[in-house]
C-alpha cells in the first residue's frame, strides 16, 4: 500500500518560503510522477506541479516562476518551495501519487492527508 | 480553454440516481477522474479512465465521456455520498499541465 505524509511548518511570514517536505513509503520516488496540489479554506483544488523520475519537473504556470520541486531518492521524498509568499498562498497542501499516459488516463491514486500552511506575520 | 467546468451544486433524494458533470477542452484527449472529498479530509479517487473504479469504491459509482463531456454517475445515492466531487483532466495541448474543476457539492436528501 502506498502512503504519503506531508511534512513541515504550519506557519510562514509573508514574502518568505514555503518549504515541504512529502515522505512516501510502498512506492520508488524513481519511474514515477508525483505532484503537490492545494486546497485554499473553503475553496478548490489546484494543481501545483509534477516532478517525474527524480528530474523532469512541470508547473501551473501560474505559480511557476515562484515554484521548484525536487526529489531526493536516499530518503524516497519529494519536496516544495514556493517562494515570496503572500497570504494567497494559505492553503492546505497536499502531495499525491500522480500519472498520466499517451493513452489518456491521468488520475492521482494516492494522497498525503494534507498539511495546513498558514501565511501570516 | 484549459479550464473545467462543474456546476457548483446537485441535489438526490436517497437512493435516487444523480449525475455530475464536468465540461473542457482537456477530455478531448484525456479521461476524467474523479475524486470524493469529505470536510476535513483529503480527497479519494473514485473513477479513472474510461470507467474504472479503484478497489474499495461501490459499484454505485460509474464514469463516461463524451466528446467534452466527463460524467460521474452515482446509481442509488446513499446518505454517506454526500461530499465535494472534483473532476481532472490535463490541458491538451502538450503541456500536460494538471487541471481540476471547481467541484460540486452533492447533497443527499
Known amino acids: 500500500q502506498v502512503q504519503l505524509k506531508e511534512s513541515g511548518p504550519g506557519l510562514v511570514k509573508p514574502s518568505e518560503t514555503l518549504s515541504l517536505t512529502c515522505t512516501v513509503s510502498?512506492?520508488?520516488?524513481?519511474?514515477?510522477?508525483w505532484s503537490w496540489i492545494r486546497q485554499p479554506p473553503g475553496q478548490g483544488l489546484e494543481w501545483i506541479g509534477y516532478?517525474?523520475?527524480?528530474?523532469?519537473?512541470n508547473y501551473n504556470p501560474s505559480l511557476e516562476s515562484r515554484v521548484t520541486i525536487s526529489a531526493d531518492t536516499s530518503k524516497n521524498q519529494f519536496s516544495l518551495k514556493l517562494t515570496s509568499v503572500t497570504a494567497a498562498d494559505t492553503a492546505v497542501y497536499y502531495c499525491?501519487?500522480?500519472?498520466?499516459?499517451?493513452?489518456?488516463?491521468?488520475?492521482?491514486?494516492?494522497w498525503g492527508q494534507g498539511t495546513l500552511v498558514t501565511v501570516s506575520s | 480553454s484549459s479550464e473545467l467546468t462543474q456546476d457548483p451544486a446537485v441535489s438526490v433524494a436517497l437512493g435516487q440516481t444523480v449525475q455530475i458533470t464536468c465540461q473542457g477542452d482537456?477530455?478531448?484527449?484525456?479521461?476524467a477522474s474523479w475524486y470524493q472529498q469529505k470536510p476535513g479530509q483529503a480527497p479519494i479517487l473514485v473513477i479513472y479512465?474510461?470507467?474504472n473504479r479503484p478497489s474499495g469504491i461501490p459499484d454505485r459509482f460509474s464514469g463516461s465521456t463524451s466528446r467534452v463531456t466527463a460524467s460521474l454517475t452515482i446509481t442509488g445515492a446513499q446518505a454517506e455520498d454526500e461530499a465535494y466531487y472534483y473532476c481532472?483532466?490535463?490541458?491538451?495541448?502538450?503541456?500536460?499541465?494538471?487541471?481540476f474543476g471547481g467541484g460540486t457539492k452533492l447533497t443527499v436528501l
Open positions: 499525491a501519487k500522480d500519472y498520466y499516459d499517451s493513452i489518456g488516463y491521468t488520475y492521482f491514486d494516492y
Open positions: 510502498g512506492a520508488p520516488i524513481s519511474n514515477n510522477y
Open positions: 516532478i517525474y523520475d527524480t528530474e523532469i519537473t
Open positions: 482537456g477530455l478531448r484527449a484525456y479521461y
Open positions: 479512465g474510461e470507467n
Open positions: 481532472h483532466s490535463r490541458d491538451r495541448r502538450g503541456n500536460h499541465w494538471g487541471l
